[in-house]
């Protein structure tokens, strides 16, 4: 564990005093250091929370610089913290900055706790890790707890077949901090409850939300997002999109679809990512200059417009590339990543319900790919299967959180 510079953090006390309370506010903090899906899924969370019944203002603190280019909701803003990156060891290291890990996590953790502080939210959500990234966040947690009227959520993609939550890690700090565990999911998929072996404790504190409908991110889309699908020139044809998350590690299945036979009337479209290596979206590229069928696609701000055209979508398995896929209602191809084994076991759980085809990376091959795209493919009848009222089951647990805040005072 780092240790802390405290003298770094200090803030005017008083200022709390004058904190204008016309109304809540929610803070949620996002660690992830791989891709995007613990951002975006944080941004869809606060753009819920920042609309009616709750009307909350709402911090996001968020791992990407991409963050700022995100369309926002009225009463939604983001902090975006100096990157990190892990490396194929699954050690971090800084993204952009010529400095040492430890100097960069005590720079964020002075930025949470300075930004959590001020900011003094009735409600702070944290993503997946409960001290956050290199315990940056225990900071801002005890000051917060100290203050007395912040109320905490931890919350957990569905699957969490994870080595940083193996043999009961987090089981003192989530007793002592949290007031409560939001489940993204539906258990039918993957009871974390009883697969990770929960004490009754932290059992009591658990509600499964149900997945998170991503159709309502068309309620903040930005033009950008309005546009793209018509600069893809598809001219009538069917459209196969590849996603690879972030693209940190997705350089393989982008070239895999790349190199795949596009059936007759279809035009295979990669969305690559920020953190595709360079060389990599170079070769895509070329590739594309040489075959009429495939356009490359770097980073855009909200791609939900691509997937609601797409006709089918090859993947890989992470939570919220494949909560999307499923609240569209595709035909999907999910290509997941065998280690840490979670996005495996997501990917297995949704084929034996019979909603997403599955396959292996080592069998992922353009000749493979291309069968599957050729393939009669009947869209999965998602919605009457799974639970996907995650956003107003949030909601309605904000509420209850908010009143407890408000009769603490």
């Known amino acids: 564990m780092f240790e802390f510079r405290q003298e770094a953090m200090s803030f005017d006390s008083q200022a709390v005093d004058f904190i204008d309370r016309s109304g809540p506010r929610v803070a949620l903090y996002s660690p992830g ?29 968020a791992e990407a610089r991409q963050a700022c280019a995100f ?86 993609r569905e699957v969490l077949e994870n080595p940083a939550w193996s043999s009961g890690a987090f089981e003192a700090e989530i007793r002592r901090c949290y007031d409560a565990i939001w489940v993204y999911g539906d ?22 939300t149900g997945y998170l409908d991503q159709r309502q991110r068309f309620a903040c889309t930005s033009p950008e997002g309005d546009s793209i699908v018509g600069s893809l020139r598809l001219d009538g044809a069917r459209m196969a999109l590849c996603l690879v998350g972030g693209g940190g590690d997705g350089a ?63 993947a890989m398995g992470g939570y919220n590339t494949v909560s999307e896929i499923l609240s569209f209602e595709k035909p999907a191809l999910v290509v997941p990543r065998s280690n840490p084994p979670e996005q495996l076991v997501r990917a297995e759980r949704l084929r034996q319900l019979g909603l997403i085809d599955v396959l292996a990376p080592g069998e992922a091959t353009p000749k493979a790919l291309g069968d599957w795209l050729a393939r009669d493919l009947k869209s ?29 005072r």
Request: hydrophobic share 45%; charged share 20%.
């Open 187 to 208: 258990p039918q998929v993957y009871n974390l409850i009883d697969e990770q072996h929960l004490p009754p404790e932290l059992a009591d504190r658990t509600s499964f």
């Open 252 to 314: 393989v299945l982008a070239q895999t679809f790349a190199r795949a036979d596009f059936p007759q009337g279809m035009i295979g479209v990669v969305l690559t990512g920020p953190y595709m290596p360079p060389h990599v979206k170079d070769e895509l590229a070329r590739l594309a200059a040489t075959r009429p069928s495939l356009r490359i696609v770097d980073f855009i701000a909200e791609p939900a417009p691509l997937i609601e055209a797409a006709d089918r979508i090859v």
């Open 380 to 408: 999965p009848r998602v919605h009457s299967c799974l639970d996907f009222s995650g956003l107003d089951r949030i909601q309605e647990l904000a509420q209850e959180l908010l009143m407890t805040v408000e009769t603490s």
């Open 71 to 156: 369309a926002l909701p009225s009463g939604v803003d983001c902090l975006a913290l100096p990157a990190l990156q892990k490396q194929p060891d699954g050690k971090c290291r800084p993204r952009y900055l010529e400095m040492k890990l430890a100097e960069l996590i005590n720079i964020r953790a002075a930025i949470i706790q300075a930004a959590a502080t001020a900011f003094h939210p009735d409600v702070l959500i944290v993503d997946f890790l409960p001290l956050g990234r290199h315990c940056e966040l225990q900071p801002a947690l005890e000051s917060l707890l100290e203050a007395g009227t912040t109320r905490f959520v931890l919350g957990l």
């Open 33 to 61: 250091i791989a891709g995007l899906g613990h951002m975006r899924r944080n941004m869809l969370i606060g753009q819920v929370l920042a609309s009616p019944p709750i009307n909350a203002t709402t911090l996001l603190i």
